[in-house]
C-alpha cells in the first residue's frame, strides 16, 4: 500500500517525481472563503528555490505554481484545491550511473527492494524534489490559521552552531543560511565550500517556533500535536531525528527541573497561566499549552556526493559509485521553509480537528 497523504481534516497529497514533467499537491479539507491566488503561495516557494546560491543545487528551477482547481473569485471554494509545478531543468543523464549502482545513504535500494525497480532519474519519488509540493500546501495551511506565526531557522551545520546569545530574528532572511547568526553565517560559507569542493556535504539542525496556537488544540494519546509533528517532520526527505522542546535533554533533568511552574496570569491575558519555563515545547499530553510550540529537526548529509563510495548494483556485483550532477552540498538549508511547511499543516489540520470537536 503507497502513502502520499498527510493529515485527518485538513489533508493534502503530493504527486509527482524528481524529473517527471511536472509535481504538485491536492488539497482537501481548506475551508471555503478564503482570500488565495498564486501570489500567496509563491513566497514561500522563492524560499526553498533551487539555484539561489552557490551553497545549494545549481539546478534552475523558477518553482511557479499554478491553482487548477478549489478557487472561484479569488476565494476557496471548499472543494480540492489542485496546485502544479512545472519542472524545466531535469538533466536525466546525469543519472546514468545510478541505473547501475545504488547509492549509499540514498533510497535506491530500498525502493528496489519495495517495488521490483525505481525511477533513478534523481531519485524519482524520494528525491527531496518533492517537497516543494509541500511548500505549495503549506502556503494554504498558513492562511488556515493566520494567528499563528512559524518561523524556522538552520541552528548548526556540520556540527558548528549558533549562539544563543548572538540570535538575531531579522538575520534569518538576510543570509543563505537562514541563520540568526552572522558570525556563524560567516563560518558556514567556508564549511560549505569546503564540502562542496571536496565532493562531499554536511548535515544540518533547523530548529523552529510557532507562536500564537491557542491552549487547547492537539489531542490525547493516537493524535497528540507533538506526535502529529514528528510524524509531519520524518516523513521529510533526508530528516532523522526531531525533538519536541528540551527533547533528549530533559532525560537528564531532574524533575524539578523539567517541570515548567506556572503562575496566575494577568487579568488583561485573558486569565491564563503565566508559565515560568517552556521545556515542553509548548505541548503536554498532546495538547498545546499556549506556550511557543518549539521543535528541532536533524538532516543527515546529503547522500548524493563526488566522493566514491563502496556499494553494489541491482545485480548484486561490488562496485563504487560517484554521483554527478546538481546537488545540494547541505540539503538542511533548504530544509528550513519545508519544515515551517510541515509545521503549518499539521496545526492547521489540529485547528480544524479542535473546532470538529470542541466548536
Known amino acids: 500500500m503507497s502513502f502520499n497523504t498527510f493529515g485527518r481534516v485538513f489533508r493534502f497529497t503530493t504527486w509527482g517525481e524528481s524529473h517527471g514533467p511536472a509535481l504538485g499537491a491536492v488539497v482537501d479539507g481548506c475551508p471555503p472563503g478564503i482570500a488565495l491566488s498564486e501570489a500567496d503561495i509563491q513566497p514561500w516557494l522563492d524560499k526553498r528555490r533551487p539555484g539561489t546560491s552557490r551553497f545549494t543545487t545549481q539546478r534552475r528551477e523558477p518553482d511557479a505554481v499554478r491553482i487548477l482547481s478549489g478557487v472561484f473569485d479569488g476565494r476557496t471554494t471548499g472543494t480540492p484545491i489542485s496546485l502544479m509545478i512545472e519542472n524545466v ?25 519495495k517495488y521490483g525497480f525505481r525511477d533513478f532519474r534523481g531519485g524519482g519519488r524520494s528525491s527531496a524534489r518533492e517537497t516543494a509540493a509541500r511548500v505549495a500546501a503549506g502556503a494554504i495551511a498558513r492562511l488556515v490559521v493566520p494567528q499563528v506565526r512559524v518561523r524556522a531557522w538552520v541552528e548548526a551545520i556540520g556540527g558548528d552552531a549558533i549562539d544563543p546569545a548572538r540570535f538575531d530574528d531579522a538575520q534569518i532572511d538576510q543570509n543563505p543560511f ?9 563560518r558556514w560559507e567556508r564549511l560549505v565550500d569546503e564540502a562542496r569542493k571536496s565532493g562531499s556535504s554536511l548535515g544540518a539542525v533547523i530548529a523552529c517556533e510557532a507562536t500564537g496556537v491557542p491552549a487547547g488544540w492537539g489531542a490525547p494519546l493516537y493524535a497528540k500535536m507533538d506526535s502529529e509533528l514528528a510524524a509531519a517532520c520524518m516523513s521529510i526527505n533526508a530528516v532523522k531525528g526531531i525533538e519536541i522542546g528540551d527533547g533528549f535533554a530533559a532525560a537528564a533533568l531532574s524533575g524539578e527541573a523539567n517541570a ?21 515545547g509548548g505541548i503536554a499530553g498532546g495538547i498545546a499549552t499556549g506556550q511557543p510550540i518549539t521543535l528541532r529537526v536533524a538532516f543527515k548529509p546529503t547522500s ?3 566522493t566514491p563510495v563502496e556499494t553494489i548494483g541491482p545485480d548484486g556485483v561490488a562496485t563504487t559509485i560517484a554521483t554527478k550532477g546538481r546537488h545540494d552540498p547541505c540539503v538542511g538549508i533548504r530544509g528550513v521553509p519545508v519544515v515551517e511547511a510541515m509545521v503549518a499543516l499539521v496545526l492547521a489540520d489540529q485547528a480544524l480537528l479542535h473546532r470538529a470537536q470542541c466548536g
Open 89 to 113: 531543468d531535469q538533466r536525466s543523464k546525469d543519472y546514468s550511473d545510478v541505473a547501475k549502482a545504488y547509492r549509499p545513504g540514498h533510497a535506491d535500494y530500498a525502493y528496489d527492494a
Open 178 to 186: 537562514f541563520c540568526p547568526d552572522i558570525a556563524a553565517a560567516s
Open 260 to 280: 515548567d511552574p506556572m503562575r496566575p496570569g494577568a487579568p488583561e491575558t485573558g486569565g491564563g497561566p503565566e508559565f515560568l519555563a517552556n521545556h515542553a
Open 304 to 306: 548524493s556526493i563526488l
